[in-house]
Antibody
Framework: QVQLQESGPGLVKPSQTLSLTCTVS??????????WSWIRQPAGKGLEWIGR???????NYNPSLKTRATISINTSENQFSLKLSSVTAADTAVYYC???????????????WGQGTVVTVSA | QSVLTQPPSASGTPGQRVTISCSGR????????VSWYQQLPGTAPKLLIY???QRPSGVPDRFSASTAGPSASLAISGLQSEDEADYYC???????????FGGGTDLTVL
């Protein structure tokens, strides 16, 4: 079955760039009509959608993150990645990667999630 | 402040039916399909409902959902202790051009 696994540094210094990778196993990331998303959750708080990338290459981002977030896909490695620049303590959270099976621009249905990775922003 | 509004908590006794509301706007729930997620403590969320009222395979039919205008609701019948979790609604928002989540509802089984 399809599985997702996040990886990346657990500690990032303020003002630096957070970089995470999600490795997809069990299927090709370029097959099917899926959106590949990043979602985060600060400790004790709710879920926040960061952004998504369509298999064909288009992206959408949470406007609250302005231009700090960038999502990319590496089909040869079957991975997709998140870069979040100029981080502050407010970016400390559990970061999840997820597959959106909805296949429609105006719909979200995150059917497969990674286990999540904790990222702390601190000097 | 979440774009979609959910009650912070809900509770019920075993066997009871409970509902969780999710209030939005025309730009999100009023125009686009809603999905619901269950998050058990310390785990990643799990898709419970998609396209307003569709259950993925493996989700018990005790879970159902509906929408009415800019609002949605999740119903859990025959409440069980293992249903104790956080529940989130989500939808695409045309104005924000992104996915929005509710703040989550902490369900307690008494």
């Amino acid at each position: 079955q399809v599985q997702l696994q996040e990886s990346g540094p657990g500690l990032v210094k303020p003002s630096q760039t957070l970089s995470l990778t999600c490795t997809v196993s069990g299927a090709s990331i370029s097959s099917g009509t899926y959106y590949w998303s990043w979602i985060r959750q600060p400790a004790g708080k709710g879920l926040e959608w960061i952004g998504r990338m369509y298999t064909a290459g288009s992206t959408n981002y949470n406007p609250s993150l302005k231009t700090r977030a960038t999502i990319s896909i590496n089909t040869s490695e079957n991975q997709f990645s998140l870069k979040l620049s100029s981080v502050t303590a407010a970016d400390t959270a559990v970061y999840y990667c997820a597959r959106d099976v909805a296949g429609s621009y105006y719909q979200a249905a995150f059917d497969i999630w990674g286990q999540g990775t904790v990222v702390t922003v601190s000097a | 402040q979440s774009v979609l509004t959910q009650p912070p908590s809900a509770s019920g006794t075993p066997g009871q039916r409970v509902t969780i509301s999710c209030s939005g706007r025309k730009s999100n729930i009023g125009s686009n399909p809603v999905s619901w997620y269950q998050q058990l403590p310390g785990t990643a969320p799990k898709l419970l409902i998609y396209s307003n009222d569709q259950r993925p395979s493996g989700v018990p039919d005790r879970f159902s959902a509906s929408t009415a205008g800019p609002s949605a609701s999740l119903a859990i019948s025959g409440l069980q202790s293992e249903d104790e979790a956080d529940y989130y609604c989500a939808a695409w928002d045309d104005s924000l051009n992104g996915v929005v989540f509710g703040g989550g509802t902490d369900l307690t089984v008494l």
